[in-house]
């Protein structure tokens, strides 16, 4: 059966946290440019007759369009509205709109929307694809997601102050051991993959879709809410590209993705 997959980055300019995440230089490339590489390697390896890729752009960022534009890689530009650039606006709805938006440029009809967000440098071909797997092996998912394990679990060691200003645990219980809990996860916001029926048919709640997950690698994402969390993320990098294969032939495959001058 013939599958059209439509990748989408999603960027706007400007960010509240971090002054510019989104087009920052990150261990001497574009932080975006790590996404792309993944991307770059992810359609090279999972090429088939009956499966093909469209990647787009979703920004209003010049520098972002600027970087993208001195790549060899073919991609569909969609200018971010107005209504969908402001920072209360929820990514699903911007990845709603996108969608709308390829079907329009390209006349295709896709079975399958991919997400990957562009500050996640530190992402494996092996992620992206696990999504894929994920959802298509669960008919009735709406949303797959890429998690890790929980390094703290609201029946234990998650607390919240109730009305008397004391700490209890998050969902309180009997358990008196983690093992005997439900297992829970960390969303890690690197990569989403969902199907087009919900993104058209469904209120955008995200919580209130059939999820179902991935794993990846833990010590492979941080959240960038700071630039000390750019610069951590940074040294964890150097030391996983140095010593791991499968981050390092990211890194080294940004060199091949690049448009070569004269």
Same mark, same amino acid.
């Given at each position: ?31 975006? =440019? @790590? ?14 007759? %009956?499966?093909?890729?469209?990647? #787009?752009?979703?920004? /209003? ?8 534009? #001195?790549?060899?890689?073919? @991609? ?41 967000? *562009? ?5 494996? !071909? #092996?992620?992206? $694809?696990?999504? !894929? &797997? ?6 009735? $998912?709406? *949303? ?5 394990? $929980? ?10 102050? /109730?009305? /008397? ?8 219980? /009997? ?13 890690? #916001?690197?990569?989403?993959? =969902?199907?087009?029926? @919900? ?29 000390? &969390? ?16 499968? =981050? ?5 495959? *940004?060199? %091949? ?6």
């Amino acid at each position: 059966m013939d599958r059209n997959i439509l990748v989408v980055i999603c960027a706007r300019k400007g960010s509240k946290g971090v002054k510019g995440k989104n087009i920052r230089e990150f261990r001497g490339y574009p932080i975006a =440019y @790590y996404t792309l590489s993944a991307y770059s390697l992810f359609t090279e390896r999972y090429l088939s007759d %009956n499966t093909s890729y469209t990647l #787009a752009l979703n920004t /209003d960022s010049d520098t972002l369009k600027q970087q993208f534009a #001195a790549t060899n890689l073919e @991609y569909m530009l969609l200018h971010r509205k107005e209504s969908l650039a402001g920072d209360r606006v929820s990514k699903i709805d911007v990845i709603r709109d996108s969608l709308t938006e390829a079907e329009h440029i390209s006349g295709y009809s896709y079975d399958l929307v991919i997400d990957l967000d *562009i500050t996640s440098p530190l992402r494996k !071909v #092996a992620d992206i $694809a696990g999504i !894929v &797997d994920v959802i298509s092996a669960n008919e009735d $998912a709406d *949303i797959a997601l890429s998690v890790t394990e $929980a390094r703290r679990n609201p029946y234990f060691n998650q607390l919240k102050k /109730d009305e /008397d200003g004391f700490l209890n645990t998050v969902i309180a219980s /009997d358990f008196i051991a983690r093992q005997q809990s439900p297992e829970v996860f960390d969303a890690n #916001a690197s990569v989403y993959c =969902y199907r087009p029926s @919900y993104l058209k048919d469904s209120d955008g709640i995200f919580l209130n879709a059939r999820l179902v997950g991935s794993f990846m690698e833990d010590t492979g994402i941080l959240d960038i809410d700071s630039s000390r &969390d750019f610069e951590l993320m940074e040294l964890i990098a150097g030391y996983l590209y140095e010593t791991t294969v499968e =981050y390092g032939e990211i890194r080294a495959n *940004i060199k %091949n993705i690049l448009r070569k001058e004269g």
